[in-house]
C-alpha cells in the first residue's frame, strides 16, 4: 500500500463513521476542492511573483499556506477516490502526454507556445 | 521515495530542461491550479449530484474527468514542491486537527454543523 | 452615466484615496475575483440543487449570500475597468454569439447538447 | 429599466426559450461561474502582474479577455437574478462597508493590514 493509498483509506473512515459519505459525490466535492483552492488565492493575491517566492520564510504565512495546501489536497484525494481515478497514475499518463507534446527543444524557456506543465 | 516523491522528481526534471522554472512561482502556480479546477468544474456543473456519482459509467466522459483530475495533482504537486510542503504529511496533520475539531458523537450526519471533512 | 459606471467610478476613488490602485493589476484582481468566487461556491457546497434553490429563504444564509455575491461583482467590475472592458457590452455580445450557436429549436431543454449559456 | 436590468431580462429570455431554466439552479450557476473564472485566470497565469496590466494592447488576447470576461459577467447576472439579488445594490452596501472598515488614513498604500477591496 502506498503512502497515498493510505491517505484514501484514512479519509475513508473519517467520512464514514460521520456518516458524511452522502454529502461526497463528485459535484459536491468538486465545489468544495474549488473552494479551497479560492482560500489559497486569496493568500498570494496581493503578492509579486517574487514575494510569493520567498512567503515561506515567514512563519505565520508559512503555516496558513501549509493548511490551505493540505487542504486542497484532501478533497483532491476523496475527489479522486469517489471516481475511483488513481491519482499518481493518472498524473503520469498526463505527464507521458506532456512529454509528447512539447518536445524539450521545441519549447524550451517559452510560455507562449506552450500551457508550462500541462 | 514514495510514489509521490517521484512525480515531484518527473516534475522538477520536466520543467527544468525546457527552462520552464522561471514560470513556476507559487502565485503562478496556485492561478493554474485555479484553471486547472475551474475545468473539473466544467464537466460536473450541468449534472445532478446523482448523475456525477455516475458519471464514470460513460467511457468519454471518464476519460476527461481523469484528464482533469490528473491535471489539477500535476498543478498541486508543482506548486506544493515549490512551497517545500509536503503534501501527505500536511494533509494528515489536517485531518488530525479535523479529527479533533469534530467528534464522531456530536458531528454524525449533519453538514450543517461541520464542513464536511476540514 | 449608466447605474454600473457609478459603481466603475466609486471603486476608482475608493481605491486612488487609499492608494491601492498599486495592488490592482488584471492578473491581481482575477485572483482576488477567484478567491470571491470559492467563498461563494463554500456556501454552496454540500446542498442539493434544489436546497440551494431555496437558499434565500433563511434570512442568515440571505446575507451571507448577498455579501459573497457582492464582492464577486466588486471584484469582476473593478477587474473590467482595468482591463478597459465595457461589462455589459460584451455581455450583450457574447449573448449575441450564443443566440447564433444555439438556435431555439435545436437546442431546446438539453444541456448535453450545449454548455447553456455561452 | 437599468441597463443591467436589461441584461437580466434578455438572460431569462434566453434561458425560457431554450427550456434551460432548468439547470440554472444556484449550485449549478455558482460552478459555471467557477468553471468561466478558470478560463479567465488562465489567461493571465503566466504573465507577470506588469505584463498583465499590457494585455489589451494584443488584439487576439484582448478579445479573449473580453470573451471570459463577458463570460464570468453572464453567469454572475444570471445567478443573482436566480437568487433575486440587485447586483449593483449588493455591491454598493458591501462597499459602504467596506469604507467604515478602512479608513482612508490607516489603511492607506498597505496590502498587508487590508483585504484592497473587500
Same sequence: chains 1, 2, 3, 4.
Avoid: C
Avoid at 109 to 115: D, E, Y
Wanted: glycine fraction near 4%.
Amino acid at each position: 500500500m502506498t503512502e497515498l493509498e493510505k491517505l484514501v483509506g484514512r479519509l475513508r473512515r473519517f467520512s464514514k463513521v460521520r456518516d458524511w459519505e452522502q454529502f461526497h459525490t463528485p459535484k459536491n466535492l468538486a465545489m468544495a476542492l474549488a473552494g479551497e483552492v479560492g482560500e489559497l488565492l486569496a493568500e498570494l493575491q496581493w503578492l509579486t511573483p517574487e514575494e510569493s517566492s520567498k512567503i515561506m520564510e515567514d512563519p505565520e504565512s508559512a503555516a496558513r499556506l501549509e493548511s490551505e495546501v493540505a487542504d486542497v489536497m484532501i478533497y483532491l484525494t476523496r475527489l479522486a477516490d469517489a471516481l475511483k481515478i488513481d491519482l499518481l497514475k493518472a498524473a503520469h499518463a498526463k505527464l507521458d502526454e506532456s512529454e509528447r507534446r512539447y518536445p524539450v527543444e521545441a519549447y524550451r524557456g517559452s510560455a507562449r507556445k506552450a500551457p508550462p506543465l500541462v
